[in-house]
């Protein structure tokens, strides 16, 4: 199966610790966008990269998220001292990228519970 | 009927009726318009996407409908099955942003 995945599918940490989510693309799409879902709630964009380029984060928090795309390896969403508000479902999606950027296609998230 | 309830709007339709889910979206420099399902404990899944200058598309039990002057967007789906319980969401890609923007949601609940 080709298609976005994600790990882990489940992540506890306790308020302070940190969290580290991972996405791999699929096959052929460069362009990773990550997403935040609260319970009930749509998807909120977050932040958009390229391989080794931050595009756009104007979805992100200003302090304690971070994300990278490296030129090897995993897409990763980082949070610093998580705080109970930073649970919910996190939603990774991959595109083509260009005129086809719409198409995105999205893993079945991993879902953070601060404790 | 529909209904809105504490968070979630719910749709309610029995087995094999048509179900009209609705959006109204706020962009006019969307370009594209996308429907996604999804089911409890999963990822968003594509359904059907339509081009802002379409005005109708078409795809298997499933159509959606954009009415640019009035911003809203509507999937139809025809003879709703048991497995199309989910809650479906409406993004728009806001041309240029690259970016997927979503609608609040309407949760379809299927009567036996």
Known sequence: ?115 | GESVGLHLPTLSVQEGDNSIINCAYSNSASDYFIWYKQESGKGPQFIIDIRSNMDKRQGQRVTVLLNKTVKHLSLQIAATQPGDSAVYFCAENIQGAQKLVFGQGTRLTINP
Not at chain 1, 18 to 37: D, F, I, N, T
Not at chain 1, 89 to 95: E, I, Q, R
């Open chain 1, 1 to 115: 199966n080709a298609g976005v995945m994600q790990n882990p599918r489940h992540l506890v940490r306790r308020r302070g610790q940190e969290a580290r989510l991972r996405c791999s693309p699929m096959k052929g799409h460069s362009h990773v966008y990550w997403y935040r879902q609260l319970p009930e709630e749509g998807l909120k964009f977050m932040v958009y990269l390229q391989k080794e380029n931050i595009i756009d984060e104007s979805g992100m928090p200003k302090e304690r998220f971070s994300a990278e795309f490296p030129k090897e390896g995993p897409s990763i969403l980082r949070i610093q001292q998580v705080v109970r508000g930073d649970s919910a479902a996190y939603f990774c999606a991959s595109s083509p990228g260009g005129i086809r950027s719409y198409e995105q296609y999205f893993g079945p998230g991993t879902r953070l519970t601060v404790t």
